[in-house]
Antibody, heavy 120, light 108 residues
Framework: EVQLVESGGGLVKPGGSLRLSCAAS????????MNWVRQAPGKGLEWVSS????????YYADSVKGRFTISRDNAENSLYLQMNSLRAEDTALYYC?????????????WGQGTVVTVSS | EIVLTQSPGTLSLSPGERATLSCRAS???????LAWYQQKPGQAPRLLIY???SRATDIPDRFSGSGSGTDFTLTISRLEPEDFAVYYC?????????FGQGTKLEIK
């Protein structure tokens, strides 16, 4: 079964850091680009970042550029999002999603998400 | 950045009726860089349509997508009770990939 499971969310103070992880299974992880998409409480979907299958190419939303870093470990079938200098507006449910057709892509498989709350 | 505007914000219909949801882009996304998702409360988004008109795996044929350039449409031919949800369009022509703000399809 194709599956994505996120972890690492939690409560963090403004200015703090958090590292999200996404464990992939059931498919050849290294051949797919991967995405992080977030959803603030009661709001719509917001694309955060994408990474190519090899990890060579990475893209970020302007709202997180310079603060967040996407990475992957193909040997471990894992995707990561290092989040630094967190702000209240980063509070959201963060989804890991498999990308199709290029690095900037649509997503056919989604995890259930991990909640990040930035509050003092 | 390509801005996607979905309309209407809320659509109230009855089971069995036809639903037409619109997604308009601030600049052309070509003929195939547009996807549609369905999201129900407490669930992750589900891919419905990619390439503007191709149905994803296991998506019923009552869902169809059309359009090109800046104007796209998701049509649900005959609404089933399980179709009432929020629908998002997404463009993936260029970074940043962007989503529309969503259309809530509610039971009338």
């Amino acid at each position: 079964e194709v599956q994505l499971v996120e972890s690492g969310g939690g409560l963090v103070k403004p200015g703090g850091s958090l590292r999200l992880s996404c464990a992939a299974s059931g498919f050849t992880f290294s051949t797919y680009g991967m995405n992080w998409v977030r959803q603030a409480p009661g709001k719509g979907l917001e694309w955060v970042s994408s990474i190519s299958g090899s990890g060579t190419y990475m893209y970020y939303a302007d709202s997180v550029k310079g603060r967040f870093t996407i990475s992957r470990d193909n040997a471990e079938n894992s995707l990561y999002l290092q989040m630094n200098s967190l702000r209240a507006e980063d509070t959201a449910l963060y989804y890991c999603a498999r990308g199709l057709r290029g690095v900037i892509s649509y997503s056919d498989i989604w995890g259930q998400g991990t909640v990040v709350t930035v509050s003092s | 950045e390509i801005v996607l505007t979905q309309s209407p914000g809320t659509l109230s219909l009855s089971p069995g009726e036809r639903a037409t949801l619109s997604c308009r882009a601030s600049q052309s996304v070509g003929s195939s860089y547009l996807a549609w998702y369905q999201q129900k409360p407490g669930q992750a988004p589900r891919l419905l349509i990619y390439g503007a008109s191709s149905r994803a795996t296991d998506i019923p044929d009552r869902f169809s997508g059309s359009g090109s350039g800046t104007d796209f449409t998701l049509t649900i031919s005959r609404l089933e009770p399980e179709d009432f949800a929020v629908y998002y369009c997404q463009q993936y022509l260029t970074s940043p990939a962007t989503f529309g703000q969503g259309t809530k399809l509610e039971i009338k």
